[in-house]
């Protein structure tokens, strides 16, 4: 969720590894975790393969548009950028899933090269965009497409209030202005960009409902 810049000990840990791959295996142990939590961790319930599904399209798609986004605006800048999956905290993540709670850190963009702070910010900023991007448009399809209507037996409602949701909410924790969050990278170049970031993703949090 963080966009990082390595070091030579970080060099190291990277080499032989496919940023595909990381990118693919963050996606499956996320959308994991999310199916797990959302039938309260009784995997053996008739529904949970649906609410996997749900969750692989919603939680998981955002996590990994998300990481994309920094990859892709970093190297778009000239810097070296590479996702690597957290298998720690993917494995915890799909634990404490079961007791109820859901915890998402599925890795990290590093990226080094010369940046300004401006760029630096951006890098930043274009995660979390990203997920009130996608929650903009799960909001906007819900009310263009009726939600009772399925598609290979998903019913739309449901994939669109949870993607409506958990990209909001995706939106909004990564604005959190301190530590490793990319809140904190975006206060650091431009108070106004990340006052109207939070600003927008609060509205889409707690203001607009799927219908």
Known sequence: MRDLF????????LRGRNDNIELIKAWLGTSLGFGIYIVGGQITNPR????L??????????F????????????????????????????????????????????????????????GGLIALAGPVTNLALATIFITLSWIIPGQTALFGIRLGDLFLIGHQINAWLGLFNMIPAGPFDGAKVLAWDW?????????ALLLTFGIRVV
């Not at 949970?48 to 609410?51: D, I, L, N, S, T």
């Not at 599904?53 to 955002?62: D, P, R």
């Open 6 to 13: 390595r070091t030579p000990t970080d060099e190291m840990s």
């Open 48 to 51: 949970f393969m649906y609410a």
């Open 53 to 62: 599904t749900i969750a692989a399209l919603t939680c998981g798609v955002g």
């Open 64 to 119: 990994l548009l998300h990481e994309l986004a920094h990859r892709i605006v970093a190297r778009g800048f000239g810097a070296e950028a590479h996702f690597v999956a957290n298998n720690g905290w993917l494995l915890l993540s799909v634990g404490l899933a079961f007791l109820g709670v859901f915890v998402a850190a599925p890795g990290a963009v590093w990226h080094r090269g010369f940046l300004t702070k401006s760029q």
């Open 192 to 200: 106004r960009v990340f006052a109207a970031t939070v600003a927008v």
